[in-house]
């Protein structure tokens, strides 16, 4: 499936803010499943200063910064790309013997090893730990463990907008049962690097379709965020979206892959202003047929 991609994110200060700088992860990348065609960032008002690059995981980057105070920027994303169905067959080992098959395995930027262990966000957590274990079947492969848990943990959670934030940890909203996308993914990675399998925090947009007889509205798309996981090197990395409980298919594309939310955050920065801001985004992933 081949999508044009806008996005736009809109931040209004309540004061000049002075030596403004950020770290930009908003373009998608060719990826396993994935081709980019075309992609470009601009932002408003022009930065003093750009360099564009990619960061250890292989996601691009956009470090920028205004010398001069500004009351407002805007960042806006054109891209088009095309997403690959996810693979259905099984290839993975039985869950008990990926440690073996981890053991084979380098430490380049895609490697797995850089995900089994305990990450700046996502510590080791007990509670999360006994749940992954309680929700896995018999003697499961490693691909049927990753549906398990984020299966239970969707049946777990409730999806509450208002319940936390970007800084809440994993163990405070797995505590409430209630959360955001973020909340989903960051639990979903605990319980599986618990059981044994490495796993990973995705960045990107998801394609949403209006109810039948609906029109399609502008700008209702979403940034969102899902779980890869590695199932062995047969199958590779599989990509799992908890909040919706379905495999990350044609309707996702990826923008950034990392350990947790940590490593992707879409705008990373510095400001030092006074007073609040105001920030909103929009998104429109649109089928290349429906593009205007």
Sequence with gaps: MRYDIRLTIDYDYAAPSDHARNILRLLPSDGPRQRVVSRMLTISPLPDDRRDGVDFFGNATSSVGWHQPIKRARFQVQARAERLAEAELDLS????????????????P??????????????????????????????????????????????????????????????????????VCQDFAQIMIA????????????????????????????????????????????????????????WAGQDYITVAMGRDYGDVAPVRGAIRTAGGHDSRHSVDVLPIGDAP
Aim: hydrophobic share 40%; glycine share 10%.
């Design 93 to 108: 080992p039985p869950l008990a013997d990926l440690g073996a098959a981890l053991a084979a395995t380098g430490l380049g």
């Design 110 to 179: 895609t490697s797995p090893q850089h995900f089994r262990a305990p990450s700046p966000r996502i510590p080791g957590i007990e509670a999360i730990t006994a749940f992954a274990r309680a929700a896995l079947p018999p003697a499961p492969t490693a691909r049927q463990a990753v549906q398990a848990v984020g299966q239970a943990l969707h049946g777990a959670m409730t999806f509450d907008a208002t319940a936390t934030d970007v800084a809440t940890p994993p163990d405070q909203a797995f505590a409430a049962r209630r959360g």
């Design 191 to 246: 319980g599986l690097r618990a059981i044994g399998l490495p796993a990973g925090y995705v960045s990107g947009f998801l394609r949403t379709n209006p109810p039948p007889g609906q029109p399609r509205l502008e700008g209702v798309d979403a940034m969102h965020a899902w779980v890869s996981a590695w199932c062995g090197p047969d199958q590779g990395w599989v990509e799992y979206d908890p909040t919706n409980a379905q």
